[in-house]
């Protein structure tokens, strides 16, 4: 969609928007993109606006916060605070005025996320919070200097789900069916760049029931808006191009960061999934970064306490490699080649929860070895890496990452790199998924990034027997200072592999986990 670097001085033209488009709880995601864009970039904005669940991010940012601060918002969320149930309006049933009401946000989550209206209205940041004005039938972006909590609320005042709010006797609510990122805002006020923080689903997966029906109609309305502006753009720059004329007078530059975000809209029980969201939008925003030429400078890590806690576990897999072959999966139909039987005997050894979770490539230490008698009987891994649940190509397509490096008999230097594939197109089940190891030996000690080139010694798979499974449930280890920490270790560590199977395998009960 663009080309070149984004820092043009502010001085002079082009005029910058960012726009924060909606998404739910999904936008701390977004909070994790600004971390990046703010800090790490440096960029900075003629105007900003925010629509739907982007007014969250807006409003820290307009209130003078770094981008890290508003990512730590995020992380450090409990998502169960913003949660009050519209007790009494529920026993009204389908006639009631919504489920939730937006209290607990506004006695708890506001005042922790240290929001003050005053120095909000006094910004000097050109901002706009775009409201649907149900009243009036029209959309209305409300400049910062207006802003108040319950224009606030106003702007994620989501039918159904919470009550819409009543301002100077009109009825506002979340501008969602109409734009989740107000293109023509930021157009109207001059501005060239339009940076769009793009969170709402765009995998187009149909899923049916009530509440999948209900977010469907949200990306359907949402994506089909953007889509709109996104081809009138390109129309206008085209004739501009061809020495016609736009519609807008002048040219406009998208640029376009979306992510598939893991996380329900509204449904969420855990704070690790807030962390996760973050972290992953950091991420994706520094590879985007990266991808367009845009330099960023990594900040330091997030100031986190020590983490005693650790959990380990071992696993035992069995089966046969077939020497020459490069394709695990097609091993066995290798001609010519020797087979082999080859085991490994792993311990998966997790240091600091708090840094395993919230990393996206959920990486941990392997130690163990490998038995093979043709390549010199049993043989110890020297250091290993295990990745679990490690977004393939989104967040529905996973991977458990193996790579252990190890020798021969003769010294020679190995390198062992396995995955499972855990897909929801894979229609082998959930079983053979998280059981069947995909293996590759190769020669030399090899890195991810070097593996496409390596020299293939073996290819073939090995897998988790049920006895061993049942075996391996009762390795399970967890260290902590205290008792109830050591219990809390492990219940975080049951909720992420829980919570990651049923974002791939139980998407037809509620899309993403609510773990």
Same mark, same amino acid.
């Given at each position: ?20 488009? &909606? ?212 129309? &206008? ?13 002048? #040219? ?50 997030? $100031? ?103 020798? $021969? ?46 020299? #293939? ?59």
């Amino acid at each position: 969609m663009t080309t070149g670097p984004g820092t043009t001085p502010r001085s002079g033209s082009p005029r910058r928007s960012l726009l924060l488009a &909606g998404g739910g709880l999904k936008v701390a995601y977004q909070a994790g993109v600004l971390q990046v864009l703010l800090d790490e970039a440096g960029l900075t904005f003629d105007h900003a606006d925010g629509a739907s669940g982007g007014v969250f991010n807006l409003a820290m940012y307009c209130q003078g916060m770094s981008g890290r601060e508003i990512a730590d918002n995020w992380r450090t969320l409990a998502p169960l605070e913003g949660v009050t149930p519209n007790w009494r309006e529920l026993p009204k049933g389908p006639y009631a005025r919504s489920l939730f009401t937006l209290d607990g946000y506004r006695r708890r989550v506001f005042p922790k996320w240290g929001l003050d209206w005053e120095r909000i209205r006094a910004t000097e940041r050109e901002a706009t919070f775009t409201l649907y004005n149900f009243s009036a039938n029209e959309v209305e972006a409300v400049t910062a200097d207006r802003m108040d909590e319950d224009r606030f609320c106003a702007g994620v005042a989501l039918p159904m789900w919470f009550p819409p709010v009543v301002i100077d006797g009109d009825t506002y609510i979340d501008p969602v069916y109409l734009t989740d990122a107000n293109v023509e805002e930021a157009i109207r006020r001059g501005c060239d760049e339009l940076w769009i923080i793009w969170t709402v689903s765009r995998r187009h997966r149909w899923r049916d029931g009530f509440v999948a029906n209900y977010f469907h109609i949200i990306e359907t309305t949402a994506n089909g808006r953007l889509e709109e502006w996104l081809r009138r753009i390109e129309a &206008g720059n085209a004739a501009l191009r061809a020495g016609g004329e736009s519609e807008f007078g002048r #040219p406009i530059e998208v640029r376009l960061l979306s992510g598939e975000v893991p996380l329900n809209y509204l449904v969420n029980f855990g704070r690790d999934r807030f962390t996760q969201a973050v972290e992953l939008g950091v991420r994706d925003a520094r590879r985007w970064c990266a991808d367009q030429g845009i330099p960023w400078k990594p900040s330091g890590p997030r $100031d986190r306490a020590d983490d005693p806690t650790r959990v380990r576990f071992t696993e035992r897999m069995v089966g046969r490699v077939v020497f020459g072959a490069d394709d695990a999966r097609n091993a066995d139909h290798s001609a010519g080649g020797a087979v082999a039987d080859l085991a490994l005997h792993v311990t998966v050894d997790i240091r600091g929860m708090d840094r395993f979770l919230a990393d996206p490539e959920h990486e941990a230490e392997l130690r163990g070895e490998i038995v093979c008698q043709e390549l010199g009987g049993r043989l110890p891994v020297e250091r290993g890496t295990f990745g679990l649940f490690v977004e393939h190509s989104d967040p529905q397509h996973l991977r458990m990452l193996y790579r252990l490096y190890f020798a $021969d008999r003769a010294g020679h230097p190995l390198t062992l790199s396995g995955y499972k594939d855990v897909s929801e197109d894979s229609r082998r089940g959930i079983w053979k998924d998280t059981s069947v190891l995909y293996t590759r030996v190769l020669r030399g000690h090899v890195g991810s990034d070097e593996e496409p080139g390596a020299e #293939p010694v073996a290819a073939g798979t090995v897998r988790i027997r049920p006895t061993d499974f049942l075996k391996q449930l009762t390795t399970f280890r967890a260290e902590a200072p205290t008792l109830p920490g050591r219990v809390t270790a492990l219940g975080r560590f049951g909720r992420f592999f829980a919570g990651k199977l049923w974002d791939v395998y139980a998407q037809d009960v509620l899309p993403w986990s609510p773990l």
